[in-house]
Nanobody, 115 residues
Framework: QVQLAESGGGLVQAGGSLGLSCAAS????????MGWYRQTPGKQRELVAS???????NYADSVKGRFTISRDNAKNMVHLQMNSLKPEDTAIYYC?????????WGQGTQVTVSS
């Protein structure tokens, strides 16, 4: 059983910064990809950023240059540093892990950016 525990998030003013962390625990092997998605009411969950085991990264165009994803393979953790936040970044952010063809999701953490 794999569990993802997210931390961070909260309320910040536009232009501010927040950091998210996600720790994976349980019977984990063959992690291919870890990342962050976000979702707002009435919309589909969308990719924010992802990172593969070799360190390659992928970002949504809307966050390029503002967000940075990093990974600690030894601790099975992934982090998302969010700078220059905008009100449109407001969403529930979910940690996602892909391992041996299976996808696991965290419970989500709220990020609210006030204007």
């Amino acid at each position: 059983q794999v569990q993802l525990a997210e931390s961070g998030g909260g309320l910040v003013q536009a232009g501010g910064s927040l950091g998210l962390s996600c720790a994976a625990s349980g019977s984990i092997s063959g992690i291919n990809n870890m990342g962050w998605y976000r979702q707002t009411p009435g919309k589909q969950r969308e990719l924010v950023a992802s990172i593969i085991s070799g360190g390659g990264t992928n970002y949504a165009d809307s966050v390029k240059g503002r967000f940075t994803i990093s990974r600690d393979n030894a601790k099975n953790m992934v982090h998302l540093q969010m700078n220059s936040l905008k009100p449109e970044d407001t969403a529930i952010y979910y940690c996602r892990l892909l391992a041996l063809g299976r996808i696991y999701w965290g419970q989500g953490t709220q990020v609210t950016v006030s204007s």
